[in-house]
T-cell receptor
Framework: KAGVTQTPRYLIKTRGQQVTLSCSPI?????VSWYQQTPGQGLQFLFE???????NKGNFPGRFSGRQFSNSRSEMNVSTLELGDSALYLC????????????????FGPGTRLTVL | TQLLEQSPQFLSIQEGENLTVYCNSS?????LQWYRQEPGEGPVLLVT?????EVKKLKRLTFQFGDARKDSSLHITAAQTGDTGLYLC???????????FGQGTTLQVKP
């Protein structure tokens, strides 16, 4: 069974540009969560999608947005990029909506390394 | 805001030594997870602890959840070079279901 795939793996953008990252969950998984990982802040939750609906959102500005398609694939978009957006963006999938009483395993992808110049 | 503090942030030891990583918070978590992340890869789940006082063992790794469900520890016995990596604890915030990560502990095990 293929794992979580993320594309692209590496991306270089300049300030002010926008970027779209893609995540394909494990087959059959309907929940996709996105995280930002930086050396200073560590891993921070961005948002979670289940059945094309955003279930949960972290404390990030509105420049960060996402969506999920009917095949469970998800995209996240960052508009008006800032230098501080340079990070590893990770997506994770699980069978059911994550959190609360559900502690099913979340499977992480390898991430997209975004560099903003 | 719920925070998880991990210590130490960096650990460099010789193969065969024992070590303990701590994960502390002033908040209660409904469950706590430990992950290991290697360079160029995403975190991989090692264990989930749910009950206060729970102890789980995974070969040479022992995980403990504090009685009050505010802290946890990871103990590695006789570390091996293959244990090298970034260890992350993550707590599930009971009311929101969000996963909150600690800053991580970078472990280097030298031969």
């Amino acid at each position: 069974k293929a794992g979580v795939t993320q594309t692209p793996r590496y991306l270089i953008k300049t300030r002010g540009q926008q970027v779209t990252l893609s995540c394909s969950p494990i087959s059959g998984h309907r929940s996709v969560s996105w995280y930002q990982q930086t050396p200073g802040q560590g891993l921070q939750f961005l948002f979670e999608y289940f059945s094309e609906t955003q279930r949960n959102k972290g404390n990030f500005p509105g420049r960060f947005s996402g969506r999920q398609f009917s095949n469970s694939r998800s995209e996240m978009n960052v508009s008006t990029l800032e230098l501080g957006d340079s990070a590893l963006y990770l997506c994770a999938s699980s069978l059911a909506p994550w959190g609360g009483a559900n502690t099913d395993t979340q499977y992480f992808g390898p991430g997209t390394r975004l560099t903003v110049l | 805001t719920q925070l998880l503090e991990q210590s130490p942030q960096f650990l460099s030891i010789q193969e065969g030594e024992n070590l303990t990583v701590y994960c502390n918070s002033s908040s209660v978590f409904s469950s706590l997870q430990w992950y290991r992340q290697e360079p160029g890869e995403g975190p991989v789940l090692l264990v989930t602890v749910v009950t206060g006082g729970e102890v789980k063992k995974l070969k040479r790794l022992t995980f403990q959840f504090g009685d009050a469900r505010k802290d946890s520890s990871l103990h590695i016995t006789a570390a091996q070079t293959g244990d090298t990596g970034l260890y992350l604890c993550a707590g599930v915030a009971g009311n929101t279901g969000k996963l909150i990560f600690g800053q991580g502990t970078t472990l280097q095990v030298k031969p």
